[in-house]
């Protein structure tokens, strides 16, 4: 049984595919990540028993790619362009037009442009992709995320066979209001309106994710596989007697993640000191600020580490920290990577009060919330722990529990062999 897999980056440093690809391999079946090329990546590798194939980005776009597309579209995707041209038809041009005037802070014409050469660019690489896609032959289509699900109908079209949905987030709805134009949104929204019935089978990171798209398109239902670590015992380290405690932030540096309002948080700790580990378009920003706040003595800056070391440094800290701020709705079930390398490195962990967090850091009683938009709330939420030493080693040993009973691959891998034993079964009898 071979499965063909498809995702818009290079796949190294994606942990959810490399870790089912991976999982796959293992149980039997031959895989095929489909990627795209990046500077430094070549056009194919062997990872982890599994063969990579990059597609190069388009090159630069023609005035005829559009309508070129449009025809390709009504031949190769009847349905996806009904739909689109219904949805189209039903919508006032005019009104579709000041949407896009009104939710950019840049001049219609100039935001209207750069999404409509994403859409298109985007467009351009599923179009690539299907092509590799159809070469390969494969039993199952494998699509991560909504800007590759085009790409997996399409094959699944050609080939007549299985197409899987792994939507890593909520597509639509990762953006704050204002900074997508009606266009960029209209595109999407009627995509993944067409193709989500057209899928075999269909997973994601987290209950609310599942629940939020069977709600919306009328699904029979998703499969949560949650995006955590492979569980490996780390090696005990040095007694850490004697120190303050440590908070750590590792990640990326971007916006609404409440890495300011971390920052501030800084100046209200009655002990301890917070570092930041990881890179970004903020870097300068957060380094300024905690320059004119004076709290150098609080706030540190580490470098990055590979993937594979992230668990094995964070476990030189206390407790583990996710300051995401609920500007949309996927922002608001996040359930991010971070929180399980955190637990996994035996970290306490204080988060944002959203759905997916407090279930899981309350649940196991592995820390505690605060609103990640008011800087004293998060020092309180801290402060709690550094102050009761007692509790913070119990939570430290709760989160250690946690992962060997349950946040690790090893038992959500399970989730996705069944799933898939169940769409070969179905594939078998027909």
Known sequence: MKVCMLVTNPVSNDPRVRREAATLVKAGYQVVVIGVQGKESSPEEWLDGYRVVRVPLPGSLRRHVIPHFLVWLKSAAPRLYTVLRDRY?????????????????????STLRSDLLNLIHVLRINLKMAKEAIKQHADVYHAHDLDTLLAGYIAKLRTRKKLVYDFHELYTEQFKDGVKTGAWRFYYSSLERALVKTTDLRLTVCESLGDWVTQRYGTDGVITVRNVPVYEPLPPGPANRGREPVVLYHGGYFRDRGLEQLIESAQYLKRGRIVFRGFGELEDRLRALVREQGLKDRVSFAPPVPMPELVKTAAEADIGVIPYIPFCLNNRFCLPNKLFEYLMAGLAVVGSDLPELRKVI?????????????PQDIARALNDLIEDEERLVRMKRNALHAVRAVYNWQAESVKLLKAYESLVAVSALR
């Open 362 to 374: 309350l649940g196991h009683s592995v820390g505690g919330v605060f609103d990640p938009e008011a």
């Open 89 to 109: 038809r039903s919508v006032n041009p005019r009104k579709l037009a000041e949407t896009s005037k009104a939710s950019s802070p840049l001049p219609e014409r």
